[in-house]
């Protein structure tokens, strides 16, 4: 029997699966079921709801790094979280989900180092995970470009906005390609 049958049943890779057996998954949590064959078949925008804990990153993550191509090193993926803790857990994940797959994935938040952040998005980077604020200091400052961008997701939605952060996301938003897909998951 096929390890993780529910989650290859979704339309997931073995690559993928076999990072799941690593991380000792067993079967899909419902926002995983209803999301993942969501994104990786259709090319729709998605807002997810569902409790914290019940595996919305991986929900939308899992789906990026099928889609995301190592090869074309640029950002293909920007993940906005309202504050540098979750921006940190949410890249430990996806980096977590990645397995063998050379894609490069890049927190950025204030309150760490900047240059160092400048190094890694010019050595090249897939996946951007930042806060609204850090996010925009590299696009006003050239260091972070959006031209190839894929995904762009604010997880937390609700905590973005409710913290002022409409502005800064709309200011982002405005720097990526129209045929991007939006994706907005929150807990409430």
Known sequence: MQQLEKFS????????ISALVT???????????????????????VVGKAQTGTGKTAAFGLPILEIVDPHVVEVQALILSPTRELAIQVA??????RGDRDIQILPVYGGASI????????????????TPGRVLDHLR???LRLDSLQFAVLDEADE???????EDVEAILEETPSDKRMLLFSAT
Do not use: W, Y
């Open 92 to 97: 430990a994940e996806i980096e977590s989900l």
């Open 23 to 45: 991380k000792g998954f067993e079967e899909p949590t419902p926002i995983q079921a209803a999301c993942i064959p969501l994104l990786l078949k259709e090319e729709a925008d």
């Open 160 to 166: 973005i906005l409710n913290m002022g952060f409409i």
């Open 141 to 143: 400052r050239g260091t």
């Open 9 to 16: 049943a979704l339309g997931l890779s073995q690559k993928t």
């Open 115 to 130: 240059e160092l952040q400048i190094r890694r998005l010019k050595r090249g980077v897939h996946v951007v995970v930042g």
